[in-house]
Nanobody, 126 residues
Framework: LKLVESGGGLVQPGGSLRLSCSVS????????IGWFRQAPGKERDWVSC????????RVDDSVKGRFTISRDNTKTAVYLQMNNLKPEDTAVYYC????????????????????WGQGTLVTVFS
């Protein structure tokens, strides 16, 4: 299983970006995917996730209404649509996989132990 993030970049406040997490080697039927982010000098925090079973999604309250996670029909990619970006959204964004078949995806960092991507940098500046 290999995960590769893309789509990061520089954006002004209020702007949008769409991050992609491309999955190879396995099918997302058996992997929940989580998005995490790590700002400079801070811990890595959970942002959102999509469950392996029925595709149920969850999103952190700090980004609710602005970020949307989705999984493509081929189940080889997961996306994070980020709208109305704020300077505090600046971070390296990572996707990670959890190999448990479930209709629930957790937010615990250490529950995603099967694979992590290399990260993609999002910078929101004025």
């Amino acid at each position: 299983l290999k995960l590769v993030e893309s789509g990061g970049g520089l954006v002004q406040p209020g702007g949008s970006l769409r991050l992609s997490c491309s999955v190879s080697g396995e099918n997302l039927d058996v992997y929940s995917i989580g998005w995490f982010r790590q700002a400079p000098g801070k811990e890595r925090d959970w942002v959102s996730c999509v469950a392996s079973g029925d595709g149920s999604t969850r999103v952190d309250d700090s980004v609710k209404g602005r970020f949307t996670i989705s999984r493509d029909n081929t189940k080889t990619a997961v996306y994070l649509q980020m709208n109305n970006l704020k300077p505090e959204d600046t971070a390296v964004y990572y996707c990670a996989a959890r190999g448990v078949v479930s209709d629930y995806c957790p937010q615990g960092l250490y529950e995603y132990e099967d694979a992590w991507g290399q990260g993609t940098l999002v910078t929101v500046f004025s």
